[in-house]
């Protein structure tokens, strides 16, 4: 999930509140957040 805190756009995980980075931008946020999914997405894989 992408939370805005203090003007920054932190990428969080929904279950644990664990942060993955903060962003000048949402553009940035959701990229990295599109990348954490494919990583997810491939550990599942094996």
Same mark, same amino acid.
């Given at each position: 999930?992408? &939370?805005?805190v203090g003007g920054?756009?932190?990428v969080m995980s929904e279950h644990t509140g !664990? &942060?993955?980075g903060s962003y000048n931008t949402k553009a940035?946020?959701?990229k990295?957040? !599109?990348q954490?999914?494919?990583f997810?997405?491939?550990?599942?894989?094996k």
């Open positions: 999930m992408i &939370k805005k920054k756009y932190v !664990r &942060k993955f940035e946020a959701e990295r957040l !599109r954490i999914e494919v997810k997405y491939l550990k599942r894989r």
